[in-house]
C-alpha cells in the first residue's frame, strides 16, 4: 500500500463523524454504513445516521447520527478466498 496521505476520523460527541480518504460508500442505512477507503472498509454502525456532505473530489464524507461503532477491515481481492484456501 503506497499512500501518501494520512486518514484521518474525527468523531465529535459520538454525533458527528469525519472521514477522508473515502473511495466508494458502498452501503448506506439509517442504521449502518459501509464505506470503502484508500486503508480498507470502514462500517459505521448506529442509528439516525444520515449523509450531511461528501466531496467526491477531496473523498471526504460527513455522518450525523447516534454513532455506536466504527470499524476496519481489509479489503480482499475478489477471489482471495479460494486462493487463500488453496495455499
Known sequence: MDIQQNQ???????ERLTV???????????SEAVLKTAFGKLRICGSNLRLEDLSKEGGAIFLVGKIDAVSFSDIKEKGSFFKDLLK
Open 8 to 14: 484521518v476520523l474525527e468523531l465529535r460527541n459520538r
Open 20 to 30: 477522508n480518504l473515502v473511495e466508494n460508500v458502498e452501503r448506506f442505512q439509517e
